[in-house]
């Protein structure tokens, strides 16, 4: 290791919820660190998914390597296991080339999976999760919430009774192991060892934070989401994993003739702020977040997280940021 490297790597990840313009800043401070940018998006990861996401073209990324965006094909499921098992030699190696892994998304299961580790549970059941979305599809999540209770109340306590992916994986470990999904995660093991992390959390006003996830849906439809989702149906069919997306699942209610256009529009609104909302909760659960109000493209904000990332890793100023920007 070179003398002026910290003693211990350093990535920096960037949470909030969507709309709050984690990625322009974390193209800010790569820019600015000499960093390269590690997505823990679910879904930008699937390739073709580029509205929809609003993911960030090659062409606004500033020649900064973004990492983790369109790996796999949208037929194809993804976890947080499999983030893991790709994310963690990409921020090492990273690191080993003296540079800064800024990390950034909106999946919050991804990046504690990343920094607390993942149990050692059963692998997916088809059969079981089929029945436990037959019946959240007939008496509402509530009704798997009811279920967990009774058989895991600690993980329970935990999951949002809306928070149906969460609630089905809950019963399914139970049921296919007979064990507590709460107790089984107590033995996992952190799988990125020896970095020190720093958690940038940004937290817009929710007035302004409203407004922007307005635009961002209207932006997504206005740009071609409709043709977006046409086109990956043709290709990969209707059933495909990435198509359980937010945005995604309501244009196929349109393109299947069950709603015009505007009522996949007001849906997707609502699903998105009624997202942000619980993205908020989740990383507000996050003990080490130091949250800074506003938006990561305001030029405030920007200089304020840049000042404390470069005094929480003073050597970033020094060896990380070879033929950046100035500030």
């Known amino acids: 290791m070179r003398p002026d490297l910290p003693k211990a790597p350093v990535f920096v990840a960037i949470v909030g919820p969507t709309g709050a313009g984690k990625s322009e800043l974390a193209l800010d401070l790569a820019e600015s660190l000499g960093g390269e940018v590690v997505s823990f998006d679910a879904l930008q990861v699937y390739r073709g998914l580029d509205i929809g996401t609003a993911k960030v073209p090659p062409s606004a990324r500033r020649g900064i390597p973004h990492h983790l965006l369109d790996e796999v094909e949208p037929d194809e499921e993804f976890s947080a296991a499999k983030f893991v098992l790709r994310a963690v030699p990409i921020i090492e190696g990273i690191a080993a080339r003296g540079k800064l892994p800024i990390l950034v998304g909106g999946t919050g299961l991804y990046l504690r999976a990343l920094r607390k580790g993942l149990f050692e ?47 089905v994986r809950g019963i399914e470990v139970y049921l296919a192991c007979g064990r507590k999904m709460s107790e089984l995660m107590s033995t996992r093991r952190k ?67 069950e709603i015009d256009v505007d009522g996949a529009r007001r849906l997707t609104l609502l699903a998105t702020t009624q997202y942000a909302k619980r993205q908020m909760t989740w990383f507000r659960r996050e003990p ?34 070879k033929g950046a920007v100035p500030c």
């Open 288 to 321: 080490d977040v130091q949250w800074f109000g506003g938006c990561g493209d305001d030029a405030g904000v920007r200089a304020r997280v840049l000042d404390y990332v470069r005094r929480a890793i003073p050597e970033a100023g020094e060896h990380q940021n």
């Open 121 to 167: 549970g059963p692998g997916r059941s088809t059969g079981i999760r089929d029945r436990l979305g037959a019946i959240a599809d007939r008496r509402g999540a509530q009704a798997l919430h009811r279920i967990l209770r009774r058989w895991d109340p600690d993980l329970a306590e935990r999951i949002h009774p809306n928070d149906r992916i969460r609630l």
């Open 191 to 257: 799988p990125l060892e020896g970095f020190q992390d720093i958690l940038i959390g940004l937290r817009p006003d929710r007035e302004v934070l409203k407004a922007r996830v307005e635009a961002r849906v209207h932006a997504m439809f206005a740009r071609g989401l409709v043709e977006e989702v046409r086109r990956l149906r043709l290709e990969h069919g209707a059933g495909i994993p990435a198509f359980k997306a937010i945005g995604y699942r309501e244009v196929l209610l349109h393109l299947d003739c």
